[in-house]
């Protein structure tokens, strides 16, 4: 078995200093980047998807609603014809 050198933290970082290069971006790409960055999004509130949001949430209460009261009328109705009738 051949034993493997070791490596010091320095050596090694001598070899990664000297392979990786540093990189420079071109103007255009920092230029339109730091348009990107620093112009803020234009926000538009959506008013009539709001609109319909309400009407929609509003139509479901009253349906609930009404079906809430069927559903006790009912019951109100079947235990009174029930005390009705056992009398």
Not at 29 to 39: D, K, P, S
Not at 44 to 57: D, G
């Amino acid at each position: 078995m051949t034993a493997q050198p070791s490596f010091s933290a320095e050596d090694l970082e001598q070899k990664l200093s000297g392979a990786l290069q540093r990189v420079r971006p071109s103007p255009k790409f920092t230029a339109a980047l730091r348009e990107r960055i620093q112009t803020r999004p234009m926000m538009q509130i959506e008013q009539p998807r709001l609109r319909l949001k309400a009407v929609l949430l509003s139509l479901g209460g009253a349906i609930s609603f009404s079906l809430l009261v069927v559903a006790a009328l009912r019951t109100l109705w079947y235990l009174l014809r029930r005390s009705r009738l056992n009398v």
